[in-house]
T-cell receptor, first 109, second 112 residues
Framework: SQQGEEDPQALSIQEGENATMNCSYK?????LQWYRQNSGRGLVHLIL?????REKHSGRLRVTLDTSKKSSSLLITASRAADTASYFC?????????FGSGTQLTVLP | KAGVTQTPRYLIKTRGQQVTLSCSPI?????VSWYQQTPGQGLQFLFE???????NKGNFPGRFSGRQFSNSRSEMNVSTLELGDSALYLC???????????FGPGTRLTVL
């Protein structure tokens, strides 16, 4: 079973717009991570936020974590066509990463 | 540093056969995890090895097994293949499980 559920399942935006993806989970966590996957390839780690952190930035990425609501969001600003990919959140607890179902982001040129 | 490598990249087998997939982690990483990705079930955790010992296991039947060698390289074996085993098998390495994981390109297994 999957711990995290991403919302929306699919998102289509124009280049230059911002994209926001949400992740909800069910149990306590040590940290939450976001990954990107391009078209059936391996996953690329984007950002890790620990359970005692509320917000983290990396380049055009901004991640927030609300442990009281068991939710996280990933914001990609000024999106580019190259950002087109599937985005997964993964929760870490007890030596195991559990992935959500993913959001398919399409950025139109 | 070289990234995580997986061999082979593509594999076609028939039902009932067995298959072995290989993963070489990033140098210095002692944790290797395996995942199965299918359109229907998404990304599912198979197992994790650290220092040649299986430390964690997902909810998969005993036909799925693995091992890790002293150089941290890992192999995954699936016996008595079923059509439903067709999937992308991903290997990931990290210094500590639960921390940032670095994924290989995956092995695409097709069972006919």
């Amino acid at each position: 079973s999957q711990q995290g559920e991403e919302d929306p399942q699919a998102l289509s935006i124009q280049e230059g717009e911002n994209a926001t993806m949400n992740c909800s989970y069910k149990t306590s966590i040590n940290n939450l991570q976001w990954y990107r996957q391009n078209s059936g390839r391996g996953l690329v780690h984007l950002i890790l936020i620990r359970s005692n952190e509320r917000e983290k930035h990396s380049g055009r990425l901004r991640v927030t974590l609300d442990t009281s609501k068991k939710s996280s969001s990933l914001l990609i600003t000024a999106s580019r066509a190259a950002d087109t990919a599937s985005y997964f959140c993964a929760t870490a607890l007890a030596r195991q990463l559990t992935f959500g179902s993913g959001t398919q982001l399409t950025v139109l040129p | 540093k070289a990234g995580v490598t997986q061999t082979p990249r593509y594999l076609i087998k028939t039902r009932g056969q067995q298959v072995t997939l290989s993963c070489s982690p990033i140098s210095g990483h002692r944790s290797v995890s395996w995942y199965q990705q299918t359109p229907g079930q998404g990304l599912q955790f198979l197992f994790e090895y650290f220092s040649e010992t299986q430390r964690n296991k997902g909810n998969f039947p005993g036909r799925f097994s693995g091992r890790q060698f002293s150089n941290s390289r890992s192999e995954m074996n699936v016996s008595t293949l079923e059509l439903g085993d067709s999937a992308l098998y991903l290997c990931a390495s990290s210094q500590i499980i639960g921390d940032t994981q670095y994924f290989g390109p995956g092995t695409r297994l097709t069972v006919l």
